[in-house]
């Protein structure tokens, strides 16, 4: 069993930045990806960032140039550093790790509890 924990959410005012922490802990052979993904009120779940074990990343839209993912592979944590932030920013924040328990490769998918982000003045 594999356990995600996220921190630094919070209220910040358009133009701000936060940055969002994803640690993993448990059973963790190896991790071939994170990723962030966000809800807000109405809407479905998105994902907006990947890095993946090489160190490539993936970015939606809406997010490149003003969003970084990174990853920490010492200590299995996951970073989504947010500048420039938006009142559209506004959502539950997700993370989700897929990683493998053995060498084997059977892949398994974890999420973490969310975290709120709000941005407004």
């Known amino acids: 069993q594999v356990q995600l924990v996220e921190s630094g959410g919070g209220l910040v005012q358009p133009g701000g930045s936060l940055r969002l922490s994803c640690a993993a802990s448990?059973?963790?052979?190896?991790?071939?990806?994170m990723g962030w993904y966000r809800q807000a009120p109405g809407n479905q779940r998105e994902l907006i960032a990947t890095?993946?074990?090489?160190?490539?990343?993936n970015y939606a839209e809406s997010v490149k140039g003003r969003f970084t993912i990174s990853r920490d592979n010492a200590s299995n944590t996951a970073y989504l550093q947010m500048n420039n932030l938006k009142p559209e920013d506004t959502a539950v924040y997700y993370c989700?790790?897929?990683?493998?328990?053995?060498?084997?490769?059977?892949?398994?998918?974890?999420w973490g509890q969310g975290t709120q982000v709000t941005v407004s003045s």
């Open positions: 448990g059973r963790v052979f190896s991790i071939a990806a």
């Open positions: 890095v993946f074990s090489s160190g490539s990343t």
């Open positions: 989700q790790v897929d990683y493998r328990t053995t060498s084997r490769l059977t892949t398994f998918t974890t």
